[in-house]
């Protein structure tokens, strides 16, 4: 019997990050016994973000790559925009790439609102004039909630994957009651046919309790639900001296929601660290992967002294496998502040939700920037396909040998890079370790390059079919190369 990823069992500790970094430092790596059943991978994409797949490391390590940054795609220009603006959504809807962001005239809480941007590139972006909200009097503005009569700040907004959802709802919303709000600080729902138009799902909220913001939505393309990641505060009623994180809670109706449960992960202590956002989302290339970009606040640092508020903000990088244990193989930045002065204060490098295809070998995610300056903007960010983390091997060379897996599938695909000299050589082994024939490293042909898809392939042949359904183990053979990903491919893929 084989096993998939899931939420069955918790893959990292902080134990064994402990041991995998110093075992990593000595210059190889063991995560332990095999688990009770072979990991079943069918054809599904494998992303080297975490030791879950790995059960050898020698002279090899884990690399956390940081996007590129991009133009600047989007100033806060118009009279409904402030410097607390911020939280793009984005997400790819047909032919066309749609934003939500939040637009702070004035006090950036209890004026808030939403406006709507789109592209058909992910670069240049424009602010259509909607005629839908008004402002000072005026309809001519790009804002899409909320209507007169109605509150609600820091939508995340997403496009409902649930095929048995009502096209009268196919586009969902999650907001926060702002903190004046009667009720307090619930989290409310709303339902759109066209992402513009939005009305109130129920007039009482999803979640009651105090909920600051902004929050994540999706729905849950393998588990078929709807998730909810709330900020929150560890210890339970600790505010404001604990530690701002998050729960996770799910529904199948978007109306019902689970009893929310704080995310297991690790924290750094010194400085405090503190997640202010989560930006969870599923990688939707990758089954069962999902990833998160919180913006991580260190409160007790400040940069510039003059600065009225305290705090510095970097973003950082998580993984999970089930939603609710969250990876931290990587406890640096995602992404620096870098040497612009205006993002090295409190508040000011913050992602919302999306990961969108923007060109052939190119993601895109969208930041805010500057926050609480005359100059705050969003800033595209990029990086290859499953570019996130790698195993990287030095000119030294090293191996990658996996736990016991079972796949389906004809052919073995890469998404490498290696230098000039550099190479990548794979052996497919039996479940007790011995080279298959016709599979060893010395008949695989030697790889290098620069690809997304790079067929495997041994002497005169890349088929790998009379192995599939067989409980196999791979050895990767680095030497001055990444391995961001690989996958098993069916015929005709």
Known sequence: MTRRWGRRRRITTAALLSLVLAAVAAGGVSTGGEPARPLALGDDRQLFVDSALVAELRGLTFRLHPPTPREAVMRYDQAWEGDTSWHPIVIQDGDRFRMWYRASAGNQDAEARTAYAESRDGINWTKPVLGLISFQGSTANNLVWPP?????????????????????ERYKAIMQAPYNAPRGQAVYGLVSADGLRWRS???????????????AAFWDPWERHYVIYRRAWWPPGSMPKGNRT????????????SERQ???????ATPREQFYTSACQPYTRAHGVYLSFPMR???????????????????????????IHWDRTF???????????????????????????????????????????????????????????????????????????????KRLALNYSTSATGSVRVEILDSIGRPVPGYSAGESVEIFGDELDRIVGWRAHTDVSALAGQAVRLRFHLRDADLYAFRFVRAGS
């Open 148 to 168: 007169a009569g109605k509150r609600g700040i820091n939508l995340c907004v997403f496009k409902d994957g649930n095929s048995s959802a009502p096209a009268q």
């Open 331 to 409: 406890r640096e930045a995602f992404i620096r502040p870098g040497l612009d002065p205006d993002n090295w204060h409190e508040r000011s490098m913050a992602f919302g939700s999306g990961i969108v295809e923007t060109g052939s070998g190119e993601l895109s995610m969208y930041m805010t920037e500057h926050h609480r300056t005359g100059t705050a903007h969003i800033r595209r960010v990029t990086l290859r396909p499953d570019g996130f983390a790698s195993i990287q091997a030095s000119e030294l060379g090293g191996e990658l040998l996996t736990r016991t897996i079972v796949f389906a599938g």
């Open 201 to 215: 799902m129920q007039e009482e909220p999803l979640l009651p309790e105090l909920s600051d913001g902004p929050h």
């Open 262 to 268: 704080f995310v297991d992960l690790v924290f750094g």
């Open 246 to 257: 998050f729960q996770r809670t799910v529904s199948k109706d978007f109306r019902r929601w």
């Open 297 to 323: 606040f260190i409160e007790e640092r400040q940069f510039f002294p003059d600065w009225p508020f305290p705090g510095l903000s970097d973003v950082g990088f998580l993984s999970s496998r089930d939603g």
